[in-house]
């Protein structure tokens, strides 16, 4: 503990003294703190009970310093006595998480210790952090950027995947190059770029003669082209034969390559748009250690891979949210997956106003549709293990999700939204359970406006499921005070689980105060247990019931 106050000290006093040297006008100091903590309870209707530490919080504090073209930052981190539930273990105690020094300027951009990292849409290399998730990813190493035009770039990186507060016991490299060919041809009126990608993963194994290279090669190559209202962009990424991970088991005698297809197509204008995308995965997994695969927390992960479907906003549309499936698993021969197959299509229209729908107002119309596949072909799960897939052949139905929303906006002080939601879940592909759920979800919310930062929202849910846990309704209440004030409440019940035991309210009241970049907000209540996601991309969390406090601040 005495360590943990010397190393925040440290950084506070530091705050202080870059403060006061930027007064003198020796560059510029900028930062943030962010604390999010919770007191667990015991809870007998949930049959949940505290940790052994009741008390857990996670704090990051980082501070950057620019001058000219200098930039240099750090990153300190807390979790005291313990990490919030279901975090990555390797979250304990206090210590420094991430520094860097980054030379930049119109031409290089030269970063060295840790950094963030994307080559195309992710799906060969992306590291990133996301607090919510528990995920920071970032590559300790180097990293060059070189623009020698604007047309013109190239990036070439090395370095070991951040886990915890420690690194991977792998090497990373990558390139990555972006070409502006209609800046070369001299396009006026449309958009056309080339990208070339390469990441390679270098891990050795206690594996005594393996059939496979240490070196694992990803190659990406993408197109992306624009002309008026109307874009379309494509990415193909090639993995090299690598070892198939099962149950954190590597497969000495069971290799394969993997692929990834890619593309996005649409048309936008005002009032109408149209975007579809379609993904082919195979064996895409791709972690900073082989045995990684499979766990809880992302960790390790050296790829992107959200699940490309609508990202609801309402409670009740997310307890059956699907996974993308990029790996390969064949534990039995009822579950026999190699990756995915699918897509989606979001298409918006607004009707205009004074029109026959449109109103006085107008009225905004959303549709998505998406539906998910597993990849059919040929599967052994007897020795030798292998498989063969047809390359858009459709296999077992995983997920599908068609919704419609209506945004109505009925007079400057009344807005309206009204969502109709039908859900297919394969409980048994994507988690690898049992069991299948089809639901349909409906959600009518209002908002009334009393003046100036002064409102009121209420949003009420339904959802009917024919198996599972049944039925849900769910309500919430927001009181927004003024612009520093917020209040709110908000209930889910499942009453209409076959186990009477299991009907439970989960319900929170909390409030937020904001002022200028700073947010506390204090929340009681029941979690409950399943998926949060963010951007498509998921991590567990179990029942809890306890107080919550949050603070969040930048400078």
């Given at each position: 503990?005495?360590?943990?106050?010397?190393i925040?000290?440290?950084l506070?006093?530091t705050?202080?003294?870059?403060?006061?040297?930027?007064?003198?006008d020796y560059?510029?100091?900028?930062?943030?703190?962010?604390?999010?903590?919770?007191?667990y309870?015991?809870d007998?209707e949930?049959?949940?009970?505290?940790?052994?530490d009741?008390f857990?919080?996670?704090?990051y504090?980082?501070l950057?310093?620019?001058y000219?073209?200098?930039?240099?930052?750090?990153?300190?981190?807390?979790y005291?006595?313990?990490a919030?539930?279901?975090?990555n273990?390797?979250?304990?105690?206090t210590?420094v998480s991430?520094?860097?020094v980054?030379y930049?300027s119109d031409k290089i951009?030269v970063?060295?210790?840790?950094?963030?990292?994307?080559?195309?849409?992710?799906?060969?290399?992306?590291?990133w952090?996301?607090?919510a998730?528990?995920?920071?990813?970032a590559?300790?190493?180097g990293?060059?950027?070189?623009?020698?035009v604007?047309?013109?770039?190239f990036?070439g990186?090395?370095?070991?995947?951040k886990s915890?507060?420690n690194?991977?016991?792998?090497?990373?490299?990558?390139?990555n190059?972006?070409?502006?060919?209609?800046?070369i041809?001299?396009?006026?009126?449309?958009?056309?770029?080339l990208?070339l990608?390469y990441v390679?993963?270098?891990e050795?194994t206690?594996?005594v003669?393996?059939?496979f290279?240490?070196?694992t090669?990803?190659y990406?190559g993408?197109?992306?082209?624009?002309?008026?209202?109307?874009y379309?962009?494509?990415?193909f990424?090639?993995?090299?034969?690598?070892?198939?991970?099962?149950?954190?088991k590597?497969?000495?005698d069971?290799?394969?390559p993997?692929?990834?297809?890619?593309v996005?197509?649409g048309?936008?204008?005002k009032?109408?748009?149209i975007?579809?995308?379609?993904?082919?995965m195979?064996?895409?997994?791709?972690?900073?250690?082989?045995?990684a695969?499979?766990?809880?927390y992302?960790?390790?992960?050296?790829?992107?891979i959200?699940?490309?479907?609508k990202?609801h906003h309402?409670?009740?549309?997310?307890?059956?949210v699907?996974?993308?499936?990029?790996?390969?698993?064949?534990?039995?021969?009822s579950?026999?997956k190699?990756?995915e197959?699918?897509?989606?299509?979001?298409?918006f229209?607004?009707?205009?106003k004074?029109s026959?729908?449109?109103?006085?107002t107008g009225?905004?119309v959303?549709?998505?549709?998406?539906?998910?596949?597993?990849?059919?072909g040929k599967?052994?799960v007897?020795?030798?293990?292998?498989?063969?897939?047809?390359?858009?052949?459709?296999?077992?139905?995983y997920f599908?999700?068609?919704?419609?929303?209506?945004?109505k906006?009925?007079?400057?002080?009344?807005?309206?939204?009204?969502t109709y939601?039908?859900?297919?879940?394969?409980?048994?592909?994507?988690?690898e359970t049992?069991g299948?759920?089809k639901t349909?979800?409906?959600s009518?919310?209002?908002?009334?406006k009393f003046?100036e930062?002064?409102?009121?929202?209420?949003l009420?849910?339904?959802?009917?499921?024919d198996s599972?846990?049944?039925?849900?309704?769910?309500?919430?209440?927001?009181f927004?005070?003024?612009?520093k004030w917020s209040?709110y409440?908000?209930?889910?019940y499942?009453y209409g689980?076959?186990?009477?035991?299991?009907r439970n309210?989960?319900y929170?009241v909390g409030?937020?105060?904001?002022?200028?970049?700073?947010?506390v907000?204090l929340?009681y209540?029941?979690?409950?247990g399943?998926?949060?996601?963010?951007g498509?991309?998921?991590?567990?969390?179990p029942e809890?019931?306890?107080l919550?406090?949050s603070l969040n601040?930048s400078?």
């Open positions: 503990m005495k360590k943990s106050l010397t925040l000290l440290v506070a006093s705050v202080f003294y870059a403060q006061e040297e930027e007064k003198k560059g510029r100091v900028f930062g943030g703190f962010e604390s999010n903590s919770q007191w309870l015991n007998k949930l049959h949940t009970t505290h940790p052994e009741p857990r919080s996670n704090n504090l980082f950057n310093y620019n000219k073209k200098w930039t240099v930052g750090i990153q300190g981190e807390s005291e006595p313990n919030l539930l279901n975090y273990p390797e979250y304990k105690g210590n991430t520094y860097f980054q930049k951009d970063t060295a210790g840790y950094f963030y990292e994307q080559f195309g849409s992710g799906l060969v290399l992306r590291s952090e996301d607090r998730l528990g995920i920071n990813n590559l300790r190493g990293r060059v950027i070189y623009t020698p604007s047309y013109l770039s990036t990186l090395y370095g070991r995947q915890g507060f690194v991977s016991d792998s090497d990373i490299f990558g390139f190059s972006e070409i502006g060919i209609s800046d041809l001299k396009m006026e009126s449309s958009d056309l770029t990208g990608s390679g993963r270098n050795k206690a594996i003669d393996p059939n290279s240490e070196l090669n990803v990406s993408r197109i992306n082209f624009t002309h008026n209202a109307f379309i962009s494509t990415e990424d090639y993995k090299s034969d690598d070892a198939i991970v099962e149950v954190q590597i497969e000495n069971f290799i394969k993997g692929t990834a297809l890619l996005n197509v048309y936008s204008q009032g109408f748009g975007d579809g995308s379609f993904r082919r195979e064996n895409m997994s791709f972690f900073s250690e082989r045995t695969k499979g766990n809880l992302n960790d390790k992960i050296i790829n992107f959200p699940s490309l479907t990202q309402n409670s009740l549309a997310n307890i059956y699907y996974q993308a499936q990029p790996s390969v698993s064949l534990p039995d021969e579950i026999l190699s990756g197959i699918g897509g989606q299509i979001d298409l229209y607004n009707f205009k004074e026959a729908l449109g109103g006085k009225t905004k959303s549709v998505n549709m998406s539906n998910w596949f597993g990849l059919d599967y052994s007897s020795d030798p293990r292998d498989y063969q897939t047809d390359f858009l052949a459709f296999g077992k139905k599908s999700d068609y919704n419609i929303e209506i945004d906006k009925i007079n400057d002080k009344w807005h309206t939204i009204f939601i039908n859900q297919y879940y394969n409980k048994k592909f994507v988690e049992s299948l759920v349909n979800i409906i009518a919310e209002a908002t009334y003046m930062a002064k409102s009121i929202r209420v009420g849910e339904h959802l009917w499921a599972d846990k049944k039925n849900w309704a769910a309500s919430t209440i927001e927004n005070a003024s612009k209040f409440c908000s209930d889910l499942n689980n076959l186990d009477k035991e299991k309210h989960y929170n409030a937020a105060f904001r002022k200028n970049a700073t947010r907000s929340n209540g029941r979690q409950r399943g998926l949060l996601c963010v498509g991309v998921c991590r567990f969390v809890s019931t306890g919550s406090l601040t400078f």
